[in-house]
């Protein structure tokens, strides 16, 4: 049984909200959602760590933490931890930058459009 504080990876082959197909994703349990079936991931330092720029560009546009996501729970299994606090934190500082970044290029971008 599911519950709140599990380490868990996501399915091999799943796909995303985004139609991306996704591999080797892993984290922890947040939130349960009994009702609705899903549940909300923390996900780990490898998975962030490993988040395309494009996924990055979609959790911008949709204003959402881009280190959590909602995975059905069909789309999960439970698993062993497999990072540190320490190296989420790491990751957690290194998406930060990275988001920074995109966010520039994406104001660049519109100001673009906008001078055309």
Known sequence: MLKKGNYI????????????????WAGRIEKIYKKEKCCLVSLDAQTINSLSD??????IEKDAEP????????DIVLSKRRDSDKEVMIALEKLSSRVIDLE???????????VM
């Open 9 to 24: 990876k996501i399915k091999q082959n799943t796909k995303i909200e985004s139609g991306e197909i996704i591999n080797n």
């Open 54 to 59: 494009s996924f990055l560009q979609g959790a």
């Open 67 to 74: 280190f959590k996501y909602i995975f059905n729970l069909d």
């Open 104 to 114: 520039k290029e994406i104001e660049k971008e519109q100001y673009k459009i906008k």
